[in-house]
């Protein structure tokens, strides 16, 4: 069963992240490229006994968001003294130290990870961390899924650290605070509630651990994306390798398309996608895939089959790649999404 100290082996890391962004003009390969790292090594009994805390110099979000510079109250003239991210995230590695258990509040923190490294080609040793946002939900709240910002739930459970708010070390200091309150509240929670909470925290790491795929596209409809192979190829999210459909892209309802793909070395990976349009009228195609588990692809090949079960005409311009490469099967025109 879960426990959030349940491996006395393993340091026990708490890091929190602030990153920028550009509304106008996003990197689609990194839309969002981070400041600052900030973390603290808390020991078994939940006390921090060691910070870390550094500025990154940015590479292509020169000018701060306003949303970000009023939150955190980073200078500009802070950024252009920090390092670069490659050097700030190897420091930060070293410091964790090998095997260490990485928590954070929320689930965003470690994508963004993953994609910075990527983007500047620094190796990620972090398997992805123990999100405690999810597991107080489930332990205090009643649900995993049922969310709380982070210092209203220091305000529920009348904890004060005196730090100030939204910068990324103090941010992690308060998410140890909590520890302590989750983990007796998950040794309170009856067998089969912690066996939940058990599926849902394997499946929340198989989701950080995505492969994850941005593309700005040069179709202006989701009928051409859809027949573009190349854009169409689903990567295997742990080796990266080209995986082969065992069923291919489809509606799954409002223009949320899924498709499910086989990886020799690594079984089954789900695959989400949707679009969106920029100014021009492009389509920018996001793309998600994680490994699959067997209830996940069940569910996927039922749902393709019952799409294959409804009639063309019935279909309410829902797609699929196999009609959108061969046009003979195309009943109806593509929508304009």
């Known amino acids: 069963m879960f426990s959030i100290a349940n491996d006395m082996s393993r340091h026990l890391i708490v890091f929190d992240l602030e990153w920028n962004q550009s509304s106008y003009t996003p990197n689609h390969r990194m839309p969002h490229e981070i400041i600052?790292?900030?973390a603290c090594r808390v020991d078994r009994d939940y006390r921090v006994v060691d910070t870390f805390s550094e500025v990154i110099r940015p590479r292509l979000y020169k000018r701060l968001d306003r949303h970000i510079r009023q939150v955190t109250g980073i200078t500009e003239a802070e950024l252009e003294l920090g390092r670069p991210f490659?050097?700030?995230?190897g420091d930060f590695a070293a410091w964790c130290g090998d095997d260490a258990q990485m928590v954070t509040w929320g689930r965003d923190d470690y994508?963004?990870?993953k994609r910075n490294a990527a983007f500047f080609m620094t190796s990620m040793p972090f398997e992805p961390p123990l999100d405690a946002q999810l597991v107080y939900g489930a332990a205090?709240?009643?649900?995993?899924?049922?969310?709380?910002?982070?210092?209203a739930a220091l305000e529920k459970e009348e904890i004060t650290v005196e730090v100030p708010a939204h910068r990324a070390v103090y941010d992690a200091q308060c998410t140890a605070a909590l520890l302590g309150v989750i983990d007796r509240a998950v040794r309170g929670m009856e067998t089969s509630a912690r066996a939940r909470l058990d599926g849902v925290i394997a499946k929340?790491?198989?989701?950080?651990?995505?492969?994850?795929?941005?593309?700005p596209t040069r179709y202006v409809y989701q009928t051409d994306v859809l027949a573009d192979e190349k854009l169409m190829n689903i990567p295997c999210p742990r080796c990266g390798h080209r995986t082969k459909f065992d069923t291919p892209w489809f509606d799954s309802g409002r223009e949320r398309y899924m498709a499910l793909s086989f990886c020799p070395q690594h079984g089954f990976a789900f695959g989400q996608m949707h679009f969106k349009r920029t100014g021009s009228g492009m389509l920018v195609m996001h793309q998600r895939a994680y490994t699959?588990?067997?209830e996940e692809i069940a569910d996927v090949r039922e749902r393709y089959?019952?799409?294959?079960?409804?009639?063309v005409r019935k279909r309410?311009?829902?797609l699929n790649m196999e009609d959108a490469m061969d046009p003979s099967r195309r009943a109806e025109p593509a929508p304009r999404a």
Not at 204 to 215: C, Q
């Open 36 to 38: 600052e790292i900030g």
């Open 86 to 89: 490659s050097d700030v995230f």
């Open 111 to 113: 994508p963004v990870l």
């Open 140 to 151: 205090c709240l009643g649900s995993a899924y049922q969310q709380m910002n982070l210092h």
């Open 204 to 215: 929340e790491k198989r989701i950080a651990g995505s492969a994850l795929r941005s593309l």
């Open 292 to 294: 699959a588990s067997e």
């Open 305 to 311: 089959r019952l799409y294959l079960l409804t009639p």
């Open 316 to 318: 309410h311009h829902r």
